[in-house]
């Protein structure tokens, strides 16, 4: 069958040299990069007025952070968290149909933002 492709799982690449390197360097700056501080609104869209506490850490080797932001209020917190915030906390608003046999089927319709960091500095 040409359309199956085989995919090994758990090897692992050892890499060498230059491409190890290059590797490092890429991490490093993509971890510099979301390091970077933004100013912000946070917006709790699911009940307005709430909080939100989340744990994160954006790459390896950095301490485990716990956020605790209030609705409407200012913050400076590194661009990483913003666009977990404004990425990850989105939820499917599910469709509810029928199939041709009248059997009723869900299927993911839009997405709904649960939070999001408003800064004109990021977006």
């Known amino acids: 069958m040409s359309f199956v492709k085989d995919i090994s799982v758990g090897v692992k690449v050892k890499r060498q040299g230059e491409e190890l390197k290059k590797a490092k360097e890429l991490c490093e700056n993509a971890r510099k990069e979301d390091a970077k501080l933004v100013k912000g609104i946070f917006k709790n869209l699911e ?13 390896r080797g950095e301490p485990i952070r716990v956020y605790h932001l ?5 913050y400076e917190i590194p661009i990483g968290v913003a666009k ?5 906390t989105r939820v499917p608003v599910h469709q509810y149909l029928t199939d041709v046999d009248g059997r009723p089927i869900t299927t993911p319709g839009s997405f709904r933002q ?3 960091f408003l800064s004109p500095e990021y977006m």
Request: no cysteine.
């Open 47 to 59: 009940a307005p007025g709430g909080d939100l506490e989340f744990t994160y850490r954006g790459h």
């Open 70 to 74: 209030q609705d409407g209020e200012t």
């Open 84 to 88: 977990h915030i404004n990425i990850n």
């Open 114 to 116: 649960r939070y999001q």
